[in-house]
């Protein structure tokens, strides 16, 4: 029998496109530097070193509702610098993993409930944006809900809308806060997205 539950699909839709690009990214990416010729003593600093500086910049990365971002939600960039006041369709999903991550590694509770706070409300922010068709805005700030003006009825529509990541970031914010009756009122939302 098929499992044609609510985590099942957007186990599929996310994992056959984040899979691929993943798989090609870190392909491409240890040809162009050879990552594991490092000596282990010089890896492990620079793990801990990286892991130091993101401990300290990941609290102000969580951004506050502002404006057209009417959720808490996550930011690619400190504040005040580009980007930091905008809400871009992949830049939130790897945010968001990349924060996860380093709230299991550092084992930090505290982190972990915010981001699953701020991870849903970037999500909740891109779905309150959606055209009746089904299309996303590549990006929001808070002063512009459609900045490149993807959501235009033009035929065919020219702009960019967001990459298909929202069921990833759906399922990793499923994952990660143990919880999907939050995502009910919003599944037919992704669906109609990655339709689009």
């Known amino acids: 029998m098929l499992d044609h539950s609510r985590r099942s699909v957007l186990r599929a839709?996310?994992?056959t496109l984040g899979a691929l690009a993943l798989d090609n990214a870190v392909e491409a990416e240890s040809q162009h530097h050879n990552v594991t010729a490092l000596p282990p003593a010089r890896r492990k600093h620079a793990a801990e070193t990286l892991i130091d500086y993101f401990s300290r910049i990941a609290p102000d990365l969580l951004r506050?509702?502002?404006?057209?971002?009417?959720?808490?939600?996550?930011?690619?960039?400190?504040?005040?610098?580009?980007?930091?006041a905008e809400l871009w369709d992949w830049d939130t999903l790897w945010t968001a993993r990349g924060l996860f991550r380093?709230?299991?590694?550092?084992?930090?509770?505290?982190?972990?409930?915010?981001?699953?706070?701020?991870a849903k409300g970037s999500l909740e922010n891109f779905l309150d944006h959606q055209s009746f068709e089904g299309r996303i805005p590549i990006l929001i700030s808070a002063r512009h809900k459609d900045f490149f003006n993807s959501l235009s009825t033009e035929k065919p529509n020219p702009h960019n809308q967001a990459k298909p990541v929202m069921a990833q970031l759906a399922l990793l914010v499923a994952d990660k806060s143990s919880d999907l009756e939050w995502l009910a009122p919003r599944f037919d939302q992704i669906l109609r997205f990655h339709d689009s």
């Open 13 to 15: 839709m996310g994992s």
């Open 64 to 84: 506050l509702e502002d404006g057209d971002l009417k959720h808490p939600s996550l930011s690619p960039s400190l504040p005040g610098e580009t980007y930091s």
């Open 102 to 118: 380093l709230s299991e590694l550092e084992k930090d509770a505290n982190l972990h409930a915010k981001l699953c706070t701020h």
